[in-house]
């Protein structure tokens, strides 16, 4: 479609002379879209076009599409469920052990003793008049502490993003507490873990930001460890991805790991009889039946 606006009307028609297949009612077709929209839905489509023309490989159904479409919305609220775990525990645990060491210093994400300064210099960005105002607790402490430029780190790192926190992680001077972190979750290069961590977060950003997941790759190659293997030796792909999810949940909850790999391994189940949906999940994914 070009740089105009169209309404369903013409969406559909576009559709069908690009050779899809309507295997449900116009008006369900013209509901879905002003539902989803188009160009959401375009990214589901397009596994199914053959050239540039965006024209359908022969046989292409609407409802293969939509069906596409729902296995990455359930696989999105499926894996946030999972990492919302992984960084409630990892936030713990930073503020835990980093102020415990440094007892007089309860603002310590702002101490220059304890940060790197490239950090403290980006802190103000955030801490701001709208993180004051928008976070109650917050709001509440300066309200009560006029003169305190920041409020402790238990009260502030709560309302830190995932990626914020670990940024902080990686900020820090000490790398003795960072190695004990790294080591807790059963990994003892610290580099590694680094890297496990940032693999979490880009699958959590993705999945927060209603970004497309079934052909999702990691920007860096995922760090393999003794008990960490990957399909195909595929260190990019979202099977990867999740495998490394358990891997730390693991750490966290046994019992919790054993709950995601289920509720995995039954959502890809469910669509193990859709040929064209199962073969996405093996070639896109990397996941194998």
Request: glycine fraction near 4%; hydrophobic fraction near 35%.
């Amino acid at each position: 479609m070009g740089k105009i606006a169209t309404n369903t009307i013409t969406q559909t028609a576009i559709l069908k002379e690009r050779g899809m297949e309507f295997d449900c009612s116009l008006d369900k077709v013209k509901e879905t879209l002003l539902d989803i929209g188009y160009y959401r839905l375009g990214f589901y489509w397009y596994p199914f076009e053959k050239n540039d023309s965006h024209e359908f490989i022969e046989g292409t159904k609407f409802s293969d599409a939509l069906a596409l479409y729902y296995l990455d919305v359930d696989l999105r609220h499926l894996l946030i469920r999972y990492i919302n775990r992984i960084e409630i525990n990892f936030r713990t645990k930073v503020v835990y052990y980093v102020s415990n060491k440094f007892k007089n210093s309860s603002t310590w994400f702002a101490d220059p003793s304890i940060m790197y300064q490239d950090y403290i210099n980006t802190l103000d960005n955030h801490y701001n008049h709208d993180f004051k105002k928008n976070n109650k607790t917050i709001k509440h402490h300066h309200n009560k502490n006029i003169n305190d430029k920041y409020a402790p780190a238990w009260k502030t790192l709560e309302f830190f993003t995932f990626g914020a926190i670990l940024k902080i992680f990686k900020s820090l001077k000490d790398k003795e507490i960072k190695e004990r972190i790294s080591q807790e979750y059963g990994v003892k290069n610290l580099k590694k873990f680094i890297n496990i961590m940032e693999t979490i977060v880009n699958v959590r950003n993705t999945c927060a930001h209603g970004g497309v997941l079934f052909d999702f790759k990691t920007p860096k190659g995922i760090s393999t460890l003794p008990d960490l293997s990957f399909n195909n030796n595929d260190r990019h792909s979202l099977d990867s991805a999740i495998k490394t999810i358990l891997y730390i949940l693991n750490k966290i909850s046994s019992n919790r790991k054993e709950e995601m790999h289920s509720h995995i391994k039954n959502l890809f189940l469910q669509n193990e009889k859709n040929e064209i949906i199962k073969t996405i999940i093996e070639d896109k994914i990397g996941y194998n039946y």
